[in-house]
């Protein structure tokens, strides 16, 4: 749809505001986890710097629905959000952090048999070049390439892949690596 340079940009924070003045919104810190997906939280706003800082000494629950309500939540203290009052009870929607990208370079450190390998993720350095990520844990991951075909364990020590993450089906869902290098690959003349 083409911009009309006429029309003036839609504060979406002014909106937010407007809402709140009737619903009971506010920026909170998030300072531990109580139970659950409930996490401890102080009212916070914005210094003359645009820094946030503490709004009293007040301490309420709020209930992050991002996550579910029967696993305890991995959001870290510190993390700021918007809460909003929904019937007396204080919301937020703040996703878990994810472990790295979505997808990463790795360096494959072993097998682990079959289509299985370790992997630590990497960083690149230059042109080619890649070194370990700083704090990288090894990582367990599976070559799709190998799942249905020959004996595993084809790929040497120190290749590079492209790993991606996947959720599992599980509640709540387990973080899984898998990678896709045609180990078996033949090429012809």
């Given at each position: 749809m083409p911009v009309n340079p006429k029309l003036p940009a839609r504060d979406s924070l002014y909106r937010l505001a407007q809402i709140g003045a009737t619903l009971g919104v506010q920026l909170v810190r998030m300072t531990a986890l109580s139970h659950d997906n409930v996490y401890a939280a102080r009212?916070?706003?914005f210094d003359d710097d645009g820094d946030t800082k503490?709004?009293?000494?007040?301490?309420?629950?709020?209930?992050?629905?991002a996550e579910p309500s029967d696993a305890d939540g991995v959001i870290p203290a510190g993390t700021d959000a918007v809460a909003i009052d929904v019937e007396g009870r204080w919301i937020v929607f703040v996703r878990p952090?994810?472990?790295?990208?979505?997808?990463?370079?790795?360096?494959?450190?072993g097998s682990t048999g079959g289509c299985g390998y370790t992997v630590r993720e990497q960083v690149c350095t230059g042109f080619g070049q890649f070194a370990d990520r700083q704090g990288a844990a090894d990582l367990a991951a599976w070559n799709l390439a190998e799942m249905s075909l020959g004996?595993?364990?084809?790929i040497d020590d120190g290749t590079i892949v492209?790993?991606?993450?996947?959720?599992?089906?599980?509640?709540p869902p387990t973080l899984r690596?898998?990678?896709?290098?045609?180990a078996y690959a033949k090429y012809l003349d």
């Amino acid at each position: 749809m083409p911009v009309n340079p006429k029309l003036p940009a839609r504060d979406s924070l002014y909106r937010l505001a407007q809402i709140g003045a009737t619903l009971g919104v506010q920026l909170v810190r998030m300072t531990a986890l109580s139970h659950d997906n409930v996490y401890a939280a102080r009212p916070v706003e914005f210094d003359d710097d645009g820094d946030t800082k503490f709004v009293g000494n007040e301490t309420f629950s709020v209930t992050n629905l991002a996550e579910p309500s029967d696993a305890d939540g991995v959001i870290p203290a510190g993390t700021d959000a918007v809460a909003i009052d929904v019937e007396g009870r204080w919301i937020v929607f703040v996703r878990p952090p994810a472990t790295g990208a979505a997808a990463f370079p790795a360096k494959v450190i072993g097998s682990t048999g079959g289509c299985g390998y370790t992997v630590r993720e990497q960083v690149c350095t230059g042109f080619g070049q890649f070194a370990d990520r700083q704090g990288a844990a090894d990582l367990a991951a599976w070559n799709l390439a190998e799942m249905s075909l020959g004996p595993g364990a084809a790929i040497d020590d120190g290749t590079i892949v492209l790993v991606t993450t996947l959720t599992d089906s599980g509640s709540p869902p387990t973080l899984r690596y898998v990678f896709d290098h045609p180990a078996y690959a033949k090429y012809l003349d």
